[in-house]
Structure formats: structure tokens, C-alpha cells
């Protein structure tokens, strides 16, 4: 390097007085806390409903959308809406589910193979692909439903009722060595020690959750009490003897609204007992 060079590279640092020593511990300190000022930061983690499920699994992969959780592990896929609007999924045989709020859908790692088996835990409406050779299966521990193809809705409360709405073509229900068809614009209702009901659904109220549309035509308070109750997971008391017609078309969109509608249809007035866990009563002279 010659002279000229020298200079110049002197010039790229800065001066310092005659006798300056480096404190090189306090200038290792500085550079440390940069990098660490530039580390990217590691995503916080959400805590799930069901800690004990997780812990469980050997192997588990959680994928979030908004407000819901596919949960894949020990060959089952579990996907869980805790949104407060319906959630859109398919299945892998090309399924179309629309599953409720606070619902949950679950299939093997075998599904599709010689059978589409599910099991549901609250609401959803299906669109099934059409495959005969392969049924769509859902049990209780009572009742099974078989579908080759066809839409309809469906739910399974926690006391393993089952009622299935069909809008197209026909499901069935088995039970206990008996078949029932459920053809389109019909509804089966199973319960546990029960047989099997099956009843005309020309309005299909059942769909109600998601189509936000609710028909009556001189239907009997109870019966009117049980469709809203049954499509927004709600608990309504009304006073003992107390029941009227009811006819009308209603958006069920705010079902809250609606049980106001209809109470005062009876002279009656509706009353929050539990707003957070969907407990009302109907009061008043019910006339």
C-alpha cells in the first residue's frame, strides 16, 4: 500500500486524541443490543378451548383462521367454529358445509375410502356430493344417517338428539333395524330411547340459522318456541297452558327480535333471564 492509499483510508475513520483507549466491554454491549433491536419477533400464542386434547396428541398441526380452528392429529381433523357468523368448508371428497356458529365437524384420515363418515357437534348444513358406492354417515350412539348425495341440515344436540332437514333429494334414518326416509321438504327427529318422527317442513325453518328466514302458518307457540330455540342454541319458557297461533314471515337474523314479535302477539312480553347464556322467558296474560 502506498502513501496515497494510506490516506485514504484514514480518512474513512475517525480521529481520536493522543492517547485514547478503546473500551472495547462497553462497545461489545452496544453492538449485542442492536442485533438484538433487529430480531424479528416471535408471534404470540392463543391459548385453545381444550388444553387437555392438545397435550394429548403425539402429533399435532393447528391452523387458525379467523375465529376458527382446524385441528389435525391422531388421523382425525376436527375443524371448530367459535366465530359469531357461519363458517364455509369443504370436504375432501368436494362436501359443502356451512357450519354453525359454536359448532364443531370431525372426519378420519379414511374418509372417503369405502364410507364418508362424520361426526357433528351442534348445526350445520350440507351439500353432499353424489356417490353411491361411498355414503355420507353420520351416527349417535342410537341412530345413523346415511346420504348418497343430496342437501339438507342437520343438528345433534349434547343429549344426542338428531334432526335432519332436507331441502333436496332424500336422506335416511336408521335405527335399530328400521329404515325412515326423510324426502326433500320433510324433517327426521331422533332421540335416544325413542323412534324415529319424521314430519312435513315445507317452510324449512330449520335452515332458518342461515337462509334468515322464518315462515309460520298457524303454527302452535310451542312448536314455534322449539324451531327458534333449536336454530340459535336458546332457552325459552313459556307460562304452562300458554299457547296460540302464530303466522307470519320474520327476518331471523336478530331471533331476539323475533321472540319480542311473538310475544306480543299473545299479549305477553319477553323477558332476559340470562342474556350471556341465552336464557329468556315469555310473561303475561298469554291471550
Known amino acids: 500500500m502506498n502513501s496515497s492509499d494510506l490516506h485514504k483510508h484514514e480518512?474513512?475513520?475517525p480521529s481520536y486524541k493522543e492517547g485514547f483507549s478503546p473500551d472495547v466491554e462497553a462497545g461489545l454491549l452496544r453492538l449485542k443490543g442492536r442485533i438484538e433491536a433487529k430480531a424479528v419477533p416471535q408471534p404470540s400464542v392463543r391459548r385453545l378451548f381444550r388444553p387437555s386434547v392438545l397435550s394429548a396428541a403425539a402429533a399435532v398441526l393447528l391452523l387458525f383462521t379467523v375465529g376458527t380452528l382446524l385441528l389435525v392429529g391422531n388421523g382425525k381433523t376436527t375443524v371448530e367454529n367459535f366465530t359469531d357468523e357461519p363458517f364455509a368448508y369443504t370436504l375432501p371428497d368436494g362436501t359443502e358445509v356451512l357450519l354453525q356458529q359454536g359448532s364443531e365437524l370431525t372426519f378420519g384420515a379414511d374418509y372417503n375410502e369405502t364410507d364418508r363418515l362424520i361426526a357433528l357437534e351442534g348445526q350445520a348444513y350440507f351439500e353432499v356430493v353424489k356417490d353411491a358406492s361411498r355414503p355420507f354417515l353420520v351416527n349417535t350412539s342410537e341412530t345413523e344417517l346415511r346420504v348418497t348425495g343430496t342437501a339438507f341440515n342437520l343438528r345433534?344436540?349434547?343429549?344426542?338428539e338428531l334432526e335432519v332437514e332436507v331441502s333436496e333429494g332424500e336422506v335416511e334414518l336408521h335405527q335399530h333395524g328400521k329404515v325412515y326416509p326423510v324426502p326433500a321438504n320433510y324433517r327426521g327427529l331422533a332421540f335416544p330411547g325413542k323412534s324415529c318422527v319424521v314430519k312435513a317442513a315445507k317452510d324449512l325453518n330449520r335452515h332458518a340459522w342461515r337462509t334468515g328466514i322464518l315462515r309460520f302458518e298457524g303454527v302452535s307457540l310451542a312448536d314455534v318456541i322449539t324451531t327458534v330455540s333449536n336454530n340459535y342454541g336458546l332457552s325459552v319458557s313459556?307460562?304452562?297452558?300458554?299457547d296460540f297461533p302464530v303466522?307470519?314471515?320474520?327476518s331471523s337474523e336478530n331471533p331476539i327480535s323475533v321472540l319480542q314479535t311473538i310475544a306480543e302477539l299473545g299479549q305477553c312480553s319477553l323477558e332476559a333471564r340470562d342474556e350471556i347464556m341465552g336464557d329468556y322467558a315469555i310473561v303475561g296474560l298469554c291471550e
Do not use: H, K, L
Not at 156 to 160: A, T, V
Not at 238 to 242: L, R
Not at 247 to 250: E, H, I, L, M, V
Open 11 to 13: 480518512r474513512n475513520f
Open 156 to 160: 345433534i344436540s349434547d343429549e344426542e
Open 238 to 242: 313459556y307460562p304452562q297452558g300458554c
Open 247 to 250: 303466522s307470519g314471515t320474520f
